[in-house]
């Protein structure tokens, strides 16, 4: 597996060129980033659930099983990006 993180400095489009900063990003990986998404999905879930008869009533029921898919993909997502991270960090110990 090739993990290509170069990118290039310096993009030419049309008659202008842009430079791009040489800036680490801060969240290389996304771990964080999906776990703050998911719980937020879960968050929604819970805070809709009381409301579960006036979202029926209303036709909105799907607002709540929306969280609830949002947060089982985020699991999947999650789960994605660890092993990302792993493999990652093994093939930069590996080198």
């Excluded at 680490?24 to 771990?31: F, Q, R, T, W």
């Excluded at 999906?34 to 879930?45: K, Q, R, Y």
């Excluded at 029921?61 to 929306?66: A, G, V």
Aim: glycine share 10%.
């Amino acid at each position: 597996m090739e993990f290509r993180d170069n990118q290039p400095l310096q993009h030419e489009i049309g008659s202008r060129t842009f430079f791009v900063a040489n800036v680490e990003p801060l969240d290389v990986d996304g771990v964080r980033t999906v776990e703050v998404g998911t719980a937020l999905w879960l968050v929604g879930f819970v805070a809709l659930l009381p409301f579960y008869g006036r979202l029926q009533d209303s036709g909105n029921e799907w607002w709540l099983w929306t969280c609830l898919a949002g947060f089982g993909l985020g699991l999947f997502g999650l789960d994605y990006c660890r092993r990302r991270r792993k493999a990652r960090k093994e093939l930069t110990e590996q080198a």
